[in-house]
């Protein structure tokens, strides 16, 4: 015997809610991810200020695009604001002068 029309809408939306919750880790991850790679990059480019090395511009550059992709995936999960992300890592005032570069 067929179950009710209702046990079909039911199971569709068990999936979907399935599905929601699965975007929402991989969002989650992503902003992980994005989050520590900008905090090796900025790490590097506060040691290369230190040394005031060769590829210091091109460190300066991979960390611009680092904190641009983390906002980017913070935006992507609701979080608009980065005021205080700013301060917590430190983002240096060059750096975010360049993310209006892109």
Request: glycine share 8%; with cysteine.
């Amino acid at each position: 015997m067929a179950g009710k029309p209702s046990d079909g809408i039911a199971k569709r939306q068990e999936a979907l809610d399935a599905l929601e919750y699965d975007f929402l880790a991989e969002k989650a991850a992503a902003l992980g991810r994005a989050g520590e790679k900008m905090e090796r990059v900025l790490k590097r480019l506060a040691e290369s200020d230190e040394a005031a090395g060769e590829g210091a511009e091109r460190t300066l550059k991979e960390a611009a695009d680092a904190v641009y992709a983390y906002f980017i995936q913070r935006e992507l999960c609701g979080l608009r604001r980065h005021d205080e992300i700013i301060r917590q890592y430190r983002i240096p005032g060059r750096v975010l002068v360049r993310l209006g570069a892109k």
